[in-house]
């Protein structure tokens, strides 16, 4: 059988204090089992060894990297020529014989290194490349608990990688090699001319191996179950939806997005915006947004693609955290209204859009009033200004929605949230799909201010 002698070796890479890390490692084995016998690796521990003063990642990624380096030279001077080595907490899928015969029955003949388990990085802007229905060239692959390796010549240049004195400042071993498996990508996917060293890397279109709910030895995280990280064929996480809040400036979908905060929906790490109750306003999101197209211009200076790919490296990122924890993401930002084109050409089917009406007038009006309030800084602008900049949205927003009938939308009333809450809340729950807690409920129907259907 062609698994069988996909490689020679197997190790597994084990602290000596952590005896019951061992004993959980072996009674989740699977059976069957197509690799050779597992043979335990004693982990450098960290803790107990003298680290070099330019390292700054950590006694535990300290012996995490020296671990792995050790395996390698093991390999390399008692002329192993393939290995595959597993960290002990791995945890595998109940089909993982069955998964790993069908990816090593398709790995192409070149291969130097094969994840097993991992995590795509960059895969918003550098998605995995399929290259069989099993099998994917990636960009960058972070992790270090489930791989293979093979071949001499490969072996070496992974050597020189690992022990060269480039490595980028608080690093651990999986970023500094996530730097190596781009080259390839780069030259092979991308067509840039790369001098640097490379080898080929697969990764499978599902992961096999995940983390178990073990505290980490390099972290510290701990977590509840096994963790299984976005695959290659899903890298950009396109079967989650994204929740696009759209209406202009001072039509309440600040209110909107703190009230999707407040039920668990994950709107961004930094949440800023103008209103002092709470803008919602994701700030990386607002900083790209006014970096393509400054206030109050209503178009963008840079090219729809470029634009694009932006939009979608942002949500991408969003959606991976907000799989992480376990909820949806969403994102507001009154410019949105004018790309909502360009975050349908990036999503796709994946796309929702929250549409928050109110009196176009009034917004128009409040946002003048604003500008007048802060004359001189950047976010106002003259009256004509305001005005051209709001019906713009507004007309971009509803052109968007009227010629994409697909798209799935849910349209609030300003004026009703303010004097409903409870209702348009809890189909805003319904369309959002999640299962909010009471008082995640009663905070987001706590934060609606009904005096803001005069100010909005």
């Not at 279109?205 to 701990?222: A, E, F, H, Y």
Request: hydrophobic letters at 35%; glycine letters at 8%.
């Amino acid at each position: 059988m062609k698994t069988q002698s996909i490689v020679d070796r197997c190790f597994l890479i084990n602290l000596d204090r952590r005896t019951d890390r061992l004993r959980e490692w072996l009674e989740q084995l699977p059976d069957p089992w197509p690799l050779p016998e597992p043979e335990r690796f004693p982990a450098i521990d960290g803790r107990h060894v003298a680290t070099p003063p330019q390292w700054r990642a950590g006694n535990g990624a300290w012996g995490c990297y020296r671990s792995h380096l050790l395996i390698l030279e093991k390999c390399l001077t008692e002329h192993i020529d393939s290995y595959v080595v597993f960290e002990d907490d791995a945890g595998f899928t109940d089909d993982f014989a069955e998964r790993f015969t069908a990816f090593v029955d398709e790995l192409p003949a070149d291969w130097g290194l094969a994840y097993l388990g991992g995590q795509h990085l960059y895969a918003g802007k550098h998605p995995p490349q399929k290259v069989s229905e099993h099998v994917y060239r990636p960009y960058n692959v972070n992790r270090t608990h489930a791989f293979m390796v093979r071949g001499r010549e490969n072996m070496k240049g992974l050597y020189r990688h690992l022990t060269w004195n480039d490595w980028h400042h608080k690093h651990h071993i999986d970023h500094h090699l996530g730097r190596f498996i781009q080259r390839r990508y780069e030259a092979l996917v991308q067509g840039k001319n790369i001098q640097k060293e490379s080898i080929a890397v697969y990764t499978p279109d599902r992961w096999m191996v995940g983390q178990l709910p073990t505290k980490s030895n390099i972290c510290g995280r701990k977590w509840n179950q096994t963790r299984f990280f976005n695959d290659a064929r899903n890298a950009d996480h396109s079967d989650a939806p994204f929740f696009a809040v759209l209406g202009p400036h001072r039509a309440g979908t600040s209110c909107v997005a703190m009230v999707m905060h407040h039920l668990g929906v994950h709107m961004g790490n930094q949440l800023g915006g103008y209103e002092a109750t709470g803008g919602g306003e994701a700030v990386g999101l607002a900083q790209l947004c006014e970096k393509a197209m400054r206030f109050p211009a209503t178009d963008p200076v840079i090219s729809d693609q470029q634009l694009t790919q932006q939009l979608k490296s942002w949500v991408v990122t969003r959606k991976s955290e907000a799989n992480r924890d376990k909820t949806v993401a969403g994102g507001k930002y009154p410019h949105l209204c004018r790309f909502a084109e360009h975050l349908h050409t990036a999503l796709g089917d994946s796309l929702r859009i929250i549409v928050v009406n109110r009196d176009i007038e009034a917004s128009i009006r409040s946002l003048q009033d604003r500008s007048r309030k802060h004359a001189g800084q950047w976010f106002a602008a003259d009256d004509e200004s305001c005005e051209r900049l709001q019906r713009s949205l507004l007309e971009h927003r509803d052109r968007f929605v009227e010629s994409h009938p697909e798209v799935p939308v849910f349209k609030i009333e300003f004026a009703d949230l303010t004097a409903e809450p409870d209702r348009i809340i809890g189909e805003l729950i319904e369309f959002l799909g999640i299962e909010p807690t009471e008082d995640e409920i009663a905070s987001a129907i706590a934060h609606v201010n009904p005096d803001l259907r005069k100010h909005g």
